[in-house]
């Protein structure tokens, strides 16, 4: 007997080696074992494992001897395994097949329905401890327990359940050794193998993205200035030092942009595209991995790019250009090249997209000061206007000063820049404003002033602070009878500017300060659009920390602050 024991144990162990690396292939090789790499997968894919575990089981059904007219197997090896690896549903459905399936091929025999059930049972189990694992389900501890148990109980039920329990209690002296031992070790080993292979895929996945992110870094400067010669050749660099091909090149739509690598002598920048295969990629928007030279299509004979990957960098639905890994007999490409393109040229595309993002905003910016001048404008060159002409004859040297004061507020106001202006330049707007409204309305309008030194060489957005200073007036102090002093303040701190502008004047209740903020009435007459749009420019640039803070009072007046990082700009 003993050598019949050892005998059906070698047999199992070999038969177990094959079986395993058909397990293997199939999990690692097929779209299937893709699937099963996320461990615990998508329910309709659970299914597929399960009809995958389950069709293992059938197969480990013949993969060992015929013993007293029963089979010993190494079902519960796969069964097991696709219980940890995907859950109860795999184990559940592989179970199931398998176990459905030693029921049926044997119908009425001694030992068919104690071993069609015990298979079932091992797959549920496996399934539910699955469960507990939280996440380590290929856990190779768990299928020692599970293997071992469930082969136990598989040759316990064989003892209670099969008749005659003579011929049972022979079965199960013969069986019980090989199978408990070749079942629990190969889970064990089976659980184990697909552990460390999941393992160096995602190190093997992980390293890939830490590449295309650290390359990413690299080149996001200078794709921010969009797709041309200079920045594609930065950026091939960048991916040459990193990349291991034979060349790297970065086309548009109708010329190469830069070729470093190999054959650099015939793809240079500036000329008309050389490869059909460049061409049929920005006309179809499909990625390719070409394998051969006449694949590729270079009209030069003497090319000796014999592989090449191509890929589609897109602003939105538009094709811009493409991103290409070319290949030698010497340096071939190769998957893992393929999906690296993919990788970065799906990231530069979002680049370029958000360069044109930045762009449009920037418009949008100055659009919106634009907005704000010609709003500002003509009511109050109209006024001014009227103003000054009422002292022509009068005062004519009151006039003359008015209309250089109304100068230098227009000349400030039209040129925005770049978005930006020292503070000094602000205020003197601010004064010719203020100097103007003066003469308007006499001792209704008064100012103060309170500077720290230095302050004027800050930069600030440009038309930040005029239009709280004109809204000062306008409706606060002005809508007293006896008028009113706007106070202006700009000190530093802790790296930090502080503006406040505060009047006396006839203040607000809360729903007319939200009003304010949020500009319900925004093309109205009694728009307050010029607040409005200091606060969310202050947002935009500098972040919520910096917005408006207003503090209101009926009939006690208005104080508007703001601070801005501080950034000194050289003396003009």
Same mark, same amino acid.
């Given at each position: 007997m003993?050598?019949?024991?050892?005998?059906? *144990?070698? =047999?199992?162990?070999?038969?177990?080696?094959?079986?395993?690396?058909?397990?293997?292939?199939?999990?690692?090789?097929?779209?299937?074992? /893709?699937?099963?790499?996320?461990?615990?997968?998508?329910? /309709?894919?659970?299914? *597929?494992?399960?009809?995958l575990?389950?069709?293992?089981?059938?197969?480990?059904?013949?993969?060992?001897?015929i013993?007293?007219?029963?089979?010993?197997?190494?079902?519960?090896?796969? +069964?097991? =395994?696709?219980?940890?690896?995907?859950g109860?549903?795999?184990?559940?459905?592989?179970?199931?097949i398998?176990?459905?399936?030693?029921?049926?091929?044997?119908?009425?025999?001694?030992?068919?329905?104690?071993?069609?059930?015990?298979?079932?049972?091992?797959?549920i189990?496996?399934?539910y401890?699955?469960?507990?694992?939280?996440?380590?389900?290929?856990?190779?501890?768990?299928?020692?327990f599970?293997?071992?148990?469930?082969?136990?109980?598989?040759?316990l039920?064989? *003892?209670t359940?099969?008749?005659?329990?003579?011929?049972?209690?022979?079965?199960?002296?013969?069986?019980?050794?090989?199978?408990?031992?070749?079942?629990?070790?190969?889970?064990?080993?089976?659980?184990?193998?697909?552990?460390?292979?999941? !393992?160096?895929?995602?190190?093997r996945?992980?390293s890939?993205?830490?590449?295309?992110?650290?390359?990413?870094?690299?080149?996001?400067?200078?794709?921010?200035?969009?797709?041309?010669?200079?920045?594609?050749?930065?950026?091939?660099?960048?991916?040459?030092?990193?990349?291991?091909?034979?060349? +790297?090149?970065?086309?548009?739509?109708?010329?190469?942009? =830069?070729?470093?690598?190999?054959?650099?002598?015939?793809?240079?920048?500036?000329?008309?595209?050389?490869?059909?295969?460049?061409? /049929?990629?920005?006309?179809s928007?499909?990625?390719?991995?070409?394998?051969?030279?006449?694949?590729?299509?270079?009209?030069?004979?003497?090319?000796?790019?014999?592989?090449?990957?191509?890929?589609?960098?897109?602003?939105?639905?538009?094709?811009v250009?493409?991103?290409?890994?070319?290949?030698?007999?010497?340096?071939?490409?190769?998957?893992?090249h393929?999906?690296?393109?993919?990788g970065?040229?799906?990231?530069?595309s979002?680049?370029?997209?958000?360069?044109?993002?930045?762009?449009?905003?920037?418009? *949008?910016?100055?659009? !919106?000061?634009?907005?704000?001048?010609?709003?500002?404008?003509?009511?109050?060159?109209?006024?001014?206007?009227?103003?000054?002409?009422?002292?022509?004859?009068?005062?004519?040297?009151?006039?003359?000063?008015?209309?250089?004061?109304?100068?230098?507020?227009?000349?400030?106001?039209?040129?925005?820049?770049?978005?930006?202006?020292?503070?000094?330049?602000?205020?003197?707007?601010?004064?010719?404003?203020?100097?103007?409204?003066?003469?308007?309305?006499?001792?209704?309008?008064k100012s103060?002033?309170?500077?720290?030194?230095? +302050?004027?060489?800050?930069?600030?957005?440009?038309?930040?602070?005029?239009?709280?200073? !004109?809204?000062?007036?306008?409706?606060?102090?002005?809508?007293?009878?006896?008028g009113?002093?706007?106070?202006?303040?700009?000190?530093?701190?802790n790296?930090?500017?502080?503006?406040?502008?505060?009047?006396?004047?006839?203040?607000?209740?809360?729903?007319?300060?939200w009003?304010?903020?949020?500009? !319900?009435?925004?093309?109205?007459?009694?728009?307050?659009?010029?607040?409005?749009?200091?606060?969310?420019?202050l947002e935009?640039?500098?972040?919520p920390?910096?917005?408006?803070?207003?503090?209101?009072?009926?009939?006690?007046?208005t104080?508007?602050?703001?601070?801005?990082?501080?950034?000194?700009?050289?003396p003009a």
């Amino acid at each position: 007997m003993f050598e019949h024991i050892l005998d059906l *144990l070698v =047999t199992l162990i070999g038969r177990f080696g094959a079986m395993m690396a058909i397990g293997l292939f199939v999990l690692t090789l097929s779209p299937l074992g /893709k699937l099963g790499v996320n461990r615990r997968p998508e329910k /309709k894919y659970r299914i *597929l494992l399960a009809v995958l575990f389950g069709m293992l089981g059938i197969m480990g059904t013949y993969s060992g001897d015929i013993v007293f007219d029963s089979y010993a197997n190494l079902r519960g090896v796969y +069964v097991i =395994t696709g219980g940890l690896l995907g859950g109860p549903l795999v184990g559940f459905g592989a179970g199931l097949i398998a176990g459905g399936h030693r029921l049926l091929i044997d119908i009425g025999g001694f030992s068919s329905l104690p071993c069609g059930l015990a298979t079932f049972l091992e797959g549920i189990i496996a399934g539910y401890v699955s469960i507990h694992l939280k996440g380590n389900n290929l856990n190779w501890r768990a299928a020692l327990f599970v293997g071992l148990g469930g082969e136990t109980m598989h040759q316990l039920m064989v *003892l209670t359940m099969a008749k005659p329990f003579d011929q049972a209690v022979d079965l199960v002296k013969v069986i019980a050794l090989p199978m408990i031992a070749v079942n629990t070790f190969g889970a064990v080993l089976f659980v184990q193998t697909l552990h460390l292979l999941f !393992e160096y895929r995602s190190k093997r996945d992980s390293s890939r993205i830490s590449q295309i992110m650290a390359i990413a870094n690299k080149t996001v400067a200078h794709l921010r200035s969009g797709l041309d010669e200079a920045s594609a050749l930065e950026t091939a660099r960048i991916i040459w030092e990193r990349v291991p091909v034979a060349a +790297v090149d970065i086309a548009s739509n109708t010329k190469v942009l =830069t070729h470093l690598g190999i054959g650099d002598d015939h793809h240079l920048p500036g000329e008309p595209l050389r490869t059909t295969a460049t061409k /049929k990629v920005l006309l179809s928007g499909k990625p390719a991995f070409l394998r051969s030279k006449e694949a590729i299509g270079c009209d030069d004979p003497n090319c000796p790019l014999t592989s090449a990957v191509i890929v589609p960098m897109r602003k939105g639905n538009r094709i811009v250009g493409c991103l290409k890994f070319y290949g030698t007999d010497g340096i071939p490409l190769h998957t893992t090249h393929f999906e690296l393109a993919k990788g970065l040229a799906g990231l530069f595309s979002t680049q370029l997209e958000l360069q044109d993002i930045q762009t449009k905003n920037q418009l *949008l910016a100055k659009a !919106e000061i634009r907005r704000l001048q010609t709003q500002i404008n003509p009511h109050f060159l109209f006024n001014a206007l009227n103003t000054i002409g009422a002292f022509c004859r009068t005062k004519p040297e009151r006039a003359r000063s008015l209309l250089s004061e109304l100068a230098m507020y227009m000349r400030r106001n039209l040129d925005a820049g770049d978005g930006f202006a020292p503070i000094g330049s602000e205020l003197e707007q601010v004064r010719s404003y203020l100097e103007i409204e003066q003469a308007r309305f006499g001792d209704r309008v008064k100012s103060e002033w309170n500077l720290d030194d230095g +302050v004027e060489n800050i930069e600030v957005p440009t038309l930040i602070i005029q239009p709280l200073v !004109e809204n000062s007036v306008k409706h606060g102090i002005l809508g007293r009878d006896d008028g009113g002093t706007i106070r202006i303040r700009i000190g530093r701190d802790n790296n930090l500017v502080h503006v406040h502008i505060e009047d006396d004047g006839v203040g607000m209740n809360e729903a007319t300060l939200w009003s304010v903020l949020n500009s !319900e009435n925004e093309f109205s007459g009694e728009d307050h659009i010029g607040v409005r749009n200091c606060n969310q420019r202050l947002e935009q640039i500098y972040g919520p920390s910096h917005m408006l803070s207003i503090i209101s009072h009926p009939g006690k007046g208005t104080r508007v602050s703001f601070t801005i990082p501080h950034v000194e700009t050289a003396p003009a």
